[in-house]
């Protein structure tokens, strides 16, 4: 997505993807933590100052772009996440 970039913070056993759009100072973030070999996608928080631009989907982009490079399933707890497995059925391998 044009505009936005992500990152991933690896703390241990938890983690987040952070999301900064350009020309703005509010952050979207993906909250994650580890358990049994998976990624437990907590929560998804994206500011209504930059909603409506897709930043929510890049995070989950960015987590299923990471589990398939490395090998994690991932456990969508998360509304958001769960959401977009159903959306997306070729992810169904992935999950935990």
């Given at each position: 997505?044009?505009?936005?970039?992500?990152?991933?913070?690896?703390?241990?056993?938890?983690?987040?993807?952070?999301?900064?759009?350009?020309?703005?100072?509010?952050?979207?973030?993906?909250?994650?933590?580890?358990?049994?070999?998976?990624?437990?996608?907590?929560?998804?928080?994206?500011?209504?100052?930059?909603?409506?631009?897709?930043?929510a989907a890049a995070l989950v982009d960015a987590l299923i772009a990471d589990a398939r490079s490395e090998g994690f399933r991932?456990?969508?707890?998360?509304?958001?996440?769960?959401?977009?497995?159903?959306?997306?059925?070729?992810?169904?391998?992935?999950?935990?």
């Amino acid at each position: 997505m044009e505009g936005v970039t992500i990152t991933r913070r690896d703390h241990g056993t938890k983690g987040e993807y952070v999301a900064h759009v350009a020309g703005s100072s509010f952050i979207g973030r993906l909250t994650w933590v580890a358990d049994s070999g998976a990624r437990v996608a907590e929560h998804t928080i994206v500011p209504p100052e930059i909603g409506g631009r897709g930043v929510a989907a890049a995070l989950v982009d960015a987590l299923i772009a990471d589990a398939r490079s490395e090998g994690f399933r991932v456990r969508p707890q998360c509304s958001y996440v769960a959401a977009a497995f159903r959306r997306h059925p070729e992810w169904a391998g992935l999950a935990a």
